[in-house]
């Protein structure tokens, strides 16, 4: 699953668009390099249901931004991704590609 896939997955599972879910991490104070997976992983579980995998691609966003490693965009596979740039305002908003 790509990077983009769990947080259009996140999308789904919260209703909530990557974007929102950022502003409500940080509201918990979880923001920045410094946050730990634990904290996060345990909100999303206990408010949403969420998995670890989709928690640890909000984290990853939390920690780094919407920016990822270049290696798998063009790749081919099911964790390729179309961009180095995660979109985070909606899965329904995204521009086509």
Not at 46 to 72: E, Q
Not at 87 to 93: I, Q, R, T
Request: aromatic share 6%; glycine share 10%.
């Amino acid at each position: 699953m790509s990077f983009q896939a769990y947080l259009d997955a996140l999308e789904t599972k919260t209703g909530k668009t990557p974007r929102e879910l950022l502003v409500l991490a940080a509201e918990r104070g979880l923001e920045g390099p410094a946050t730990k997976a634990a904290p996060v992983v345990d909100w999303l579980r206990d408010d949403y249901g969420v998995g670890r995998g989709h928690a640890m691609a909000l984290l990853h966003v939390i920690k780094h931004g919407p920016r990822i490693s270049a290696k798998h965009v063009g790749a081919t596979g099911t964790h390729r991704d179309e961009s180095d740039t995660l979109w985070l305002d909606g899965k329904s908003s995204r521009p086509k590609a």
